[in-house]
């Protein structure tokens, strides 16, 4: 750019011929004159279109391939490579790869797609689950978060759940509405099958019963973007990236679900406080704006749960979600409704409760209440020791000492009052049974009418009436030693 600015100044303003400078400074006349008709460098600049011609007869076959990668999994598409390979084995193409690789480049640079920017009204949301690896409870796994960003104001609220159910879409809505305190007039969703059992032919959704139920009890307008398109919510996928980055990075470790989302909540408050870019103010002074414009919560939250039907198996088990979950005997071969909400199981026959169980994620799992069976082990008393139910069955140690001496002095009808005792737990918690059964111990009352006697004592908060020493007008009992003159003298009597 100096020999540019000093050739230029030498003919204009020293009045040297273009001839005198080229010899002076070295280039040529050509170069000279290039630099009196420009006051920068213009750099290259393509006068004609350049020829390809090993290529020019192959161009349309290129197109073919790349529109025809449309139609297939991105991951099953043609390389540059791939096309320059099958050019020269099926269509005779005898150029080089790299006229190939630089225009199937321009191809795709030419056809990308181009977006319009948008501007987003107070009041409305888009909503999406991520995904991030966590530690819970010692173990890593996978974890499925539930996003709801607000575009106007970029205020967002973030909950993490084992799996991204329909419970789980439900619930994430219930926290953030809970969280705002208020609820949008329409959310942007994409066609998850939680949300949405089929796209009809004219566009339109047949949503699922649970999200009907959802939107009609919060009065919100639904709105879906493009299969396969995520910039139709581009706010809610840049935040679901967003706080993977920021929220999860290092991989987070939480005793529970419970802590990891409190954590999650209170990051989201804080970054209330940030000013993003292209904003002159914070995200919870626009957060205002959004919260005027949308709706009042209702009196009740939604009942956040996936229901379905079954029916009560011989073995006094109901199938959900790949696992059973045991209910009372007495309602073997039922019909039964079934509540699944995203930490519990709640099982039910017509307007009765029947069944509440922490939620298994697992595969085939087997959740089983050790007192749905007891009422069927009593009757069956031989299936004591090999009782699936009771496997694991954490109980004190007075229970299990019971256990023991129940057996050892009555055999099979110890086994059956071993069993009543357990049945106490029908009506009283483990600790009052616990210290019920120590008092037996202590007293050598060892049977079922001893413990429940003293539970119900203890319950009634009075004496119980085993131990003799709380009776002091009792006439005692005074034995002696027999000696053999006392036999001798009934001998005696005898003849």
């Excluded at 949301?125 to 991030?132: I, L, M, V």
């Excluded at 990075?249 to 993003?276: G, H, M, T, W």
């Excluded at 709640?346 to 007192?371: Q, T, W």
């Excluded at 059956?416 to 007293?443: C, F, H, K, P």
Aim: hydrophobic fraction near 35%; proline fraction near 4%; glycine fraction near 8%.
């Amino acid at each position: 750019m100096d020999l540019y600015r000093r050739v230029r100044l030498a003919c204009h303003s020293q009045g040297l011929s273009i001839r005198e400078a080229a010899r002076q400074f070295g280039v040529s006349r050509e170069t000279v004159s290039k630099m009196l008709e420009f006051s920068e460098p213009p750099g290259y600049r393509r006068t004609a279109t350049a020829r390809r011609p090993k290529l020019d007869g192959f161009t349309d076959i290129i197109d073919e391939y790349i529109e025809g990668d449309k139609l297939v999994h991105r991951k099953q598409r043609h390389t540059a490579k791939r096309i320059f390979e099958r050019l020269r084995d099926e269509h005779g193409f005898t150029g080089g790869y790299t006229i190939i690789k630089d225009y199937v480049r321009g191809h795709h640079q030419r056809h990308k797609e181009v977006f319009v920017p948008l501007s987003h009204a107070p009041g409305h949301g888009q909503a999406d689950f991520g995904e991030a690896q966590v530690i819970i409870d010692g173990i890593q796994q996978k974890a499925h978060f539930f996003v709801l960003d607000l575009p106007h104001s970029d205020a967002c609220y973030v909950r993490a759940y084992p799996r991204a159910v329909t419970e789980a879409w439900l619930d994430g809505h219930n926290h953030a509405f809970a969280f705002f305190g208020a609820v949008p007039q329409s959310i942007v969703y994409d066609n998850d099958r939680c949300l949405v059992s089929r796209i009809m032919p004219d566009g339109t959704r047949k949503r699922t019963e649970a999200f009907s139920g959802f939107l009609s009890h919060y009065l919100i307008k639904d709105r879906y973007g493009r299969p396969g398109k995520g910039n139709d919510k581009g706010k809610v996928e840049g935040m679901v990236g967003y706080t993977r980055r920021n929220f999860m990075v290092p991989i987070p470790s939480f005793s529970s679900f419970e802590a990891f989302n409190e954590y999650l909540e209170q990051k989201c408050l804080k970054r209330q406080a940030d000013i993003v870019r292209g904003s002159k103010v914070s995200i919870g002074e626009r957060l205002k704006a959004d919260l005027e414009a949308m709706q009042a919560l209702p009196a009740t939250l939604f009942d956040a749960c996936h229901k379905q039907a079954g029916r009560v198996s011989s073995q006094s088990v109901v199938r959900y979600g790949n696992n059973d979950y045991s209910v009372p005997v007495a309602y073997a071969h039922h019909d039964v409704w079934i509540r699944g909400y995203v930490s519990e199981v709640v099982i039910g026959c017509k307007n009765e409760v029947l069944a509440r169980h922490d939620r298994s994620y697992e595969c085939d799992d087997m959740i089983f209440d050790p007192l749905h069976y007891l009422p069927l082990i009593e009757r069956k008393i031989a299936s004591l020791d090999q009782a699936a139910p009771l496997d694991g069955w954490d109980l004190p140690d007075e229970l299990t000492k019971l256990h023991r001496l129940l057996e050892a002095r009555m055999g099979k009808a110890g086994k059956r009052e071993y069993v009543q005792v357990l049945r106490l737990l029908e009506t009283v918690d483990i600790n009052t049974l616990g210290a019920a059964t120590r008092d037996a111990l202590r007293l050598g009352a060892i049977g079922f009418d001893a413990v429940k006697h003293l539970v119900l004592c203890r319950i009634e908060e009075r004496p119980a009436k085993l131990d003799l020493d709380i009776y002091p007008y009792l006439p005692r009992a005074n034995v002696g030693r027999t000696s053999p003159s006392s036999y001798m003298s009934l001998i005696g009597g005898a003849s």
